[in-house]
């Protein structure tokens, strides 16, 4: 196995920028929440870009962080180095001045669906476990969370995983790819 060595701040693969400036400029949406957050680059930008748009919204981030357990196959690849993650995010934001603006919630992604209500919210983007499963599990459980003419997406959309589950879940819908940022969309109906 590599040593994977300590956790650095700046292990970046945020590269959909110019989508989330959009998105945090869509009149109405009020309501985002990013799951699959890791060291938080990205929600840390969508708090900067909302707090820039004067809107009263509410930003919500979904991961495990530390609370995988020691059977996780991530845990297994990466053992005590996912523990630091969580304080390695927290530092971003703090660094950002977004600490605030931010809803932490630590557990699947399924699960926290839960707490929130059907046609709640506004953009939902999942950048989690991208394996086919997973992926499929995220956009189910998310999906009757979006509330109409709101935006469900994701980043890696070239991962055969994620291209698979969310061409099965949207047979027939349009989907939107934005290949230069390798992000999906789908508005709801």
Same mark, same amino acid.
């Given at each position: ?47 900067? #870009? ?40 927290? #530092? ?98």
């Amino acid at each position: 196995m590599p040593d994977l060595g300590k956790v650095s701040s700046d292990e970046n693969w945020f590269t959909f920028k110019d989508f989330y400036k959009e998105a945090a400029k869509q009149p109405g949406y009020l309501t985002y929440v990013e799951v699959g957050v890791w060291k938080g680059n990205s929600v840390k930008f969508l708090a900067e #870009e909302l707090k820039r748009s004067g809107k009263v919204f509410d930003l919500y981030a979904v991961d495990l962080w530390g609370d995988l357990g020691k059977e996780n196959p991530l845990w297994l690849e990466r053992g005590n180095q996912i523990e630091e993650v969580y304080d390695t995010y927290r #530092e971003n934001l703090r660094k950002a001045g977004v600490s605030g603006l931010v809803k932490d919630i630590i557990g699947q992604s399924a699960k926290a669906a839960t707490l929130f209500q059907d046609e709640s919210v506004d953009f939902c983007f999942i950048d989690a476990d991208h394996r086919f499963n997973s992926v499929k599990a995220d956009i189910e459980a998310w999906l009757p969370k979006i509330k109409k003419g709101g935006l469900l997406c994701g980043h890696d959309f070239r991962s055969q995983g994620v291209f698979d589950a969310v061409n099965l879940v949207f047979l027939g819908k349009e989907i939107f790819a934005h290949h230069d940022q390798d992000v999906w969309v789908v508005q709801k109906d």
